[in-house]
Nanobody, 115 residues
Framework: QVQLVESGGGLVQPGGALRLSCAAS????????MGWYRQAPGKQRELVAT???????NYVDFVKGRFTICRDNAKNTVYLKMNSLQPEDTAVYYC?????????WGQGTQVTVSA
């Protein structure tokens, strides 16, 4: 069993920045492919960014150049640094871990971008 706890969400003005954190339990974190997803009201959950166990990253087009995903295996934590936030980035952001035994989700953290 892997438990994921997100933090760092909040209210920010357009053009602002936030850093989300996802702390994972267990020693197997370093083997997990990690990802950040988001779900806006009335919309389906969508992928934002992923990072493999080896550190290779991938981003969806609408966050390229603005968001950065990284991981600290010593702290069992994956981060999402978000710059130049826009109102359309408003959503609940979820952390995901993929392992051979299954996939796991955190409870989500709300990000609201508004003036």
């Amino acid at each position: 069993q892997v438990q994921l706890v997100e933090s760092g969400g909040g209210l920010v003005q357009p053009g602002g920045a936030l850093r989300l954190s996802c702390a994972a339990s267990g020693r197997i974190f370093r083997f997990a492919a990690m990802g950040w997803y988001r779900q806006a009201p009335g919309k389906q959950r969508e992928l934002v960014a992923t990072i493999t166990s080896g550190g290779r990253t991938n981003y969806v087009d609408f966050v390229k150049g603005r968001f950065t995903i990284c991981r600290d295996n010593a702290k069992n934590t994956v981060y999402l640094k978000m710059n130049s936030l826009q109102p359309e980035d408003t959503a609940v952001y979820y952390c995901n871990a993929k392992l051979t035994m299954g996939a796991y989700w955190g409870q989500g953290t709300q990000v609201t971008v508004s003036a």
